[in-house]
């Protein structure tokens, strides 16, 4: 079992940056996939972008030059900066993970999930 906390949203500006946090705890870390996902208010969950554990990377199209992930699995965490921030990026931001060197855009396919963290980008 992992157990993943999700930290580093809050209310930032048009234009500002953001790095959130994804550290995980319980088995090994560094066999486990994350991606983050965000859900904004009457929206369907999306993949924003994942690691896997060959590092292996994918970004959702919006976020490609503004959002870069990195692992260290010596801290057992992932993190996502965001840089850029635009008014449409404000959502619940939530981190998951998946047994496999694969990643998925699946929600169903994530094994594991945080409670979700809030990034607020206001106009």
């Known amino acids: 079992q992992v157990q993943l906390v999700e930290s580093g949203g809050e209310l930032v500006q048009v234009g500002g940056s953001l790095r959130l946090s994804c550290r995980a705890s319980?088995?090994?870390?560094?066999?486990?996939?994350i991606g983050w996902f965000r859900q904004a208010p009457g929206k369907e969950r999306e993949l924003v972008a994942a690691?896997?554990?060959?590092?292996?990377?994918y970004y959702l199209d919006s976020a490609k030059g503004r959002f870069t992930l990195s692992r260290d699995d010596g801290k057992n965490t992932v993190y996502l900066q965001m840089n850029k921030l635009e008014p449409e990026d404000t959502a619940v931001y939530y981190c998951a993970g998946r047994r496999s060197v694969n990643w998925s855009k699946l929600r169903s396919q994530y094994d594991y999930w945080g409670q979700g963290t809030q990034v607020t980008v206001s106009s």
């Open positions: 319980g088995r090994t870390f560094d066999r486990v996939t």
């Open positions: 690691i896997s554990w060959a590092e292996d990377t």
